[in-house]
């Protein structure tokens, strides 16, 4: 079935290093969205990534759809310790849209 | 806005028991839907709305009803709580009931439910 993969499932950094994560998808997406969720809190959405090659920045936050729109990535610079958390992204499933198929996430770690 | 609210915060029940989580939203949105999320397994869709009067299944909905009268109100009823239960529970809504990520999607702050 269709799967979402994210890539790592962990990583810590010391704050003022960059952080990358990965998002891979087994089929096609319309679309790709990336939430962030604290320690004990809820999803709030980031950002929607609807083209090909597009890449769109928030202040120190990155995103890429991939030309195939099978694979996106978030990349932060500098983070600092308001990242931590844990970074999902999430594309419609295919045969019903009104799904969204999320990954497993990628949680953030900073060290001061 | 009081954008998605959810009660209660925290629920401990015995097996067999059961409950109705609540969900609201006030800002007229026409797309509800419930997710359980455990460690290491995300997020995932137990059921849906698109509007009041339609609900459909999600990914996991066994054990689950649901229904919606109203445009603000999705409540989740567990029948009968297991242990497999045991969760955390988040409604979220989004404006329009078109194609996902055609719109964000606001989640509640959740529930944490545990099943003994």
């Known amino acids: 079935g269709q799967q979402v993969m994210q890539i790592p499932q962990y990583q810590h950094v010391q704050e003022g290093e960059d952080f990358t994560t990965y998002c891979n998808s087994s089929?096609?997406?319309?679309?790709i969205q990336w939430y962030k969720q604290r320690p004990g809190g809820h999803p709030v959405f980031l950002i929607q990534?609807?083209?090909s090659g597009e890449v769109k920045k928030q202040k120190r936050l990155t995103f890429q759809f991939g030309e195939a729109k099978k694979n996106s990535s978030l990349h932060i610079t500098a983070t600092q310790t308001t990242d931590v958390g844990t970074y999902f992204c999430?594309?419609?499933?295919?045969?019903?849209?009104?799904?969204?198929?999320w990954g497993l996430g990628t949680s953030l770690a900073v060290n001061p | 806005n009081a954008g998605v609210t959810q009660t209660p915060k925290f629920q401990v029940l015995k097996t067999g028991q059961s409950m109705t989580l609540q969900c609201a939203q006030d800002m007229n949105h026409e797309y509800m839907s419930w997710y359980r999320q455990d460690p290491g397994m995300g997020l995932r869709l137990i059921h849906y709305s698109v509007g009041a009067g339609i609900t459909d299944q999600g990914e996991v909905p066994n054990g689950y009803n649901v229904s919606r009268s109203t445009t603000e109100d999705f409540p989740l009823r567990l029948l009968s709580a297991a242990p497999s239960q045991t969760s955390v529970y988040f409604c979220?809504?989004?404006?329009?009931?078109?194609?996902?990520?055609?719109?964000?999607?606001?989640f509640g702050p959740g529930t944490r439910l545990t099943v003994l």
């Open positions: 089929t096609t997406l319309s679309n």
């Open positions: 979220a809504s989004r404006r329009t009931s078109g194609g996902a990520g055609t719109d964000t999607q606001y």
């Open positions: 999430a594309g419609p499933r295919a045969g019903n849209n009104r799904k969204l198929i």
């Open positions: 990534l609807v083209k």
